[in-house]
Nanobody, 130 residues
Framework: QVQLVESGGGVVQPGGSLRLSCAASGFTLDRYAIGWFRQAPGKEREGVSCISSSAGSTHYADSVKGRFTIARDNAKNTVYLQMNSLKPEDTAVYYC???????????????????????WGQGTQVTVSS
């Protein structure tokens, strides 16, 4: 069965940190670019970050630059999102998705675009609250 599974979400105080994981089963991630997205209640889904298949390029939404770091370990078939200095506005369900390539540009709403999105995970809840 081909699937992505996100984990690592939880409840954290403002200023805290979490590390999300996106693990693949049934296929290998190394040929895919991976994007992280989030959706807060009542809001549209937005892009958070994207990493190329080789990890040679990474992209971030302006709202998370300097606070979040995306990385991948192809040997473990997993992509990570390290989230530091969390804010209440980071509260959302976080999803990962496969794609063919990441593109960056100011013409993209999120500052980047993940092309040819394929598999999506079920999401993991991140709540930032005091």
């Amino acid at each position: 069965q081909v699937q992505l599974v996100e984990s690592g979400g939880g409840v954290v105080q403002p200023g805290g940190s979490l590390r999300l994981s996106c693990a693949a089963s049934g296929f290998t991630l190394d040929r895919y670019a991976i994007g992280w997205f989030r959706q807060a209640p009542g809001k549209e889904r937005e892009g958070v970050s994207c990493i190329s298949s080789s990890a040679g390029s990474t992209h971030y939404a302006d709202s998370v630059k300097g606070r979040f770091t995306i990385a991948r370990d192809n040997a473990k078939n997993t992509v990570y999102l390290q989230m530091n200095s969390l804010k209440p506005e980071d509260t959302a369900v976080y999803y990962c998705a496969t794609g063919s390539r990441c593109y960056s540009g100011s013409n993209f709403r999120d500052g980047f675009y993940l092309r040819e999105r394929g598999s999506w995970g079920q999401g993991t809840q991140v709540t930032v609250s005091s």
